[in-house]
């Protein structure tokens, strides 16, 4: 190695590791990362209720669709959205789709069921003594948890963590499909 090459090499090396930490993205203040993953955790809390229900349902034959319920409760949602500082809109579609992956998560158990041939549950949860309240608990903090995605929406690199503790945080038993359908509005209002 000629004289004049070890300073060279490691000018190059600096600079390599100094790109290197230049290329890492940006990642949100830990508060806001916080609020994130409060946010997944709730989702993921109301996705839990999805195979109650569907038990329930499975059981008593009832449609997995209830379109005049959902409408009620968005409803309801878009009243308390407001008074909360929520877009109505945001919260009627996020709700809207909290609605449709838990259908989703139903559809495929009462499928599976129907193919193995399942008889109804020895001791099914009951809807409105059980499951319900669950979901009455969960919405108003889901509304509180809108609140603070609203703020984050702009923050640099939250989009990123959504999308990667989305994962991690949220356990659909399927193929991801109820975990994309329930962010897919913050996915949508989020900046990458």
């Given at each position: ?9 490691l000018t190059l090396l600096m600079a390599l590791l100094l790109a290197g930490c230049q290329m ?134 939250a989009g990123r963590y959504l999308e990667q503790r989305a994962v991690e945080l949220i356990q ?21």
């Amino acid at each position: 190695m000629t004289p004049g090459a070890l300073p060279l090499l490691l000018t190059l090396l600096m600079a390599l590791l100094l790109a290197g930490c230049q290329m890492q993205p940006p990642e949100p203040p830990d508060e806001d990362k916080a609020a994130i993953d409060r946010m997944l955790v709730l989702i993921d809390e109301r996705l839990d209720v999805a195979p109650l229900v569907a038990q329930s349902k499975w059981n008593s034959g009832e449609p997995i669709e209830a379109p005049e319920r959902e409408a009620q409760i968005l409803d309801q949602v878009a009243e308390d959205a407001e008074a909360a500082g929520v877009d109505d809109a945001f919260a009627r579609r996020f709700f809207d789709k909290q609605f449709e992956a838990s259908k989703q998560v139903q559809r495929r158990l009462h499928h599976q069921w129907l193919q193995e041939g399942r008889s109804t549950f020895a001791d099914p949860p009951d809807l409105a003594e059980e499951v319900r309240p669950v979901l009455d608990r969960l919405t108003p903090q889901l509304i509180e948890a809108l609140a603070d995605m609203q703020r984050i929406a702009e923050v640099e690199g939250a989009g990123r963590y959504l999308e990667q503790r989305a994962v991690e945080l949220i356990q659909d038993d399927f193929d991801g499909e109820p975990r994309d359908v329930a962010i897919a509005p913050l996915r949508e209002r989020f900046a990458p």
